[in-house]
């Protein structure tokens, strides 16, 4: 397994989750937590989060979770289910494992805001390239 | 449904979608089509484009589709499967109208680049709230 | 919310669900269980249970804890992902409700066999026709 | 790849297929079109056609489709939109290859009742586990 600090290391070379405000703040053992500040430029049209904004925190947080072991891990397919709008304010992204396989490994992701609300559930299933 | 005219202008209050330098070139009559320049920005920590910003290009393309209609259209459940990865240079979305009842309407948007190859594919289904 | 009895004497005339030997042995309050005993009759041309046999197994207990409430609910979208083989046996189905609104409704299912093994995660949505 | 008469030999093997009546008409170069005749033991508790049962056809027409090469295929992941309610009478599958890796292949499958209407569009991913 990588160690916490090198799989942190490596999220923070992702560009675009920084254009976004992400930060990943826990890694490790198949789980992640990570979180968004969601201001002004995470707004649509209708003057919510952008879908696309909530899916790049869960799938941000997806890539922390399912690169915590030795393998990389590339998403090969994602689900999600929008449960709630959301506004500005934080959100909240947890990964958990669900299933690992030597190729295959398959995560739930749920984000949430500051009341706890369920904003979206999302369920995601990688490939793992290979064993360094 | 709204004039061609309209649903840009919608598109235009997209703080987000511009945000990524998303821009829809076209809507009307369930069809749309977005495009991204992908740069720096829009790279992940493998120095590819993020799985969120080619799903933010799908999702806007889509929403921009379900909303050329008299009705406002909320995603409920969406699907992407990866088939490429993407590097920087031009991402083109094309959304089309699978189905379309009352209340409920789903979307295929396939998202290639300059060399049209299949990025990403995405099935959406949209809840449409309200008759203006 | 319908009574206990009243949801499982609907799922007795569930006809598909009875040619597959799915039963349904608890629903109610948005969650439901069923089971099934994966058979000769449930396998594939590989020999082990028909992707389809665990869907409609899942499906099936959905179906029955999205119907608990007082209004008729129709499946939407659904996602599975297949985590391991499964061989014949009995399998099991938990139905949650993960998040309720007054159109549509979110459920997760898990498709664990007799070892506890997770077989399948199944999201699936539904949209809620009316209100008896 | 298999010759189509292999892959319609191993498809009579899938016991559970035959059990719903599901016939595979053709298969070949990564497409597939499969048939069933939804009579009254494919009807659920509303007596329109079972969501298992439609998933059931469009799975093991992909199966045929993702099998059509020389690799054995096994679902990873698939979602399921629903369009339409199905009632008795034949339904049509139609699956056809939207990307091809060396380890991963996506399906895009078209359900369609006999009015040409389309009843489901389900959309899988398999792991191809062998080149033989």
New interface residues.
Partial sequence: MFALKNILD????????Q??GIRIVEAGEGQARGEMLAG???????GI?????I???A??TF?AASNSHQA?A????????????AHKGMLYAWAKE??L?R??A?Y?IEIKDEQEN?IA?F?G?V?RKEYS
Wanted: charged share 10%; proline share 0%; aromatic share 8%.
């Fill in positions: 490596i999220m923070k070379q992702d560009i675009f989750a254009h976004l002004e430029v995470h707004l649509n049209s209708l989060v952008h879908g696309g904004a899916f790049s925190l799938d941000t890539a990389t590339v998403a090969v397919n994602v689900t999600i289910s929008y449960c709630k709008a669900i299933s396989n190729r295959l398959t739930l369920l559930l369920q299933t490939y």
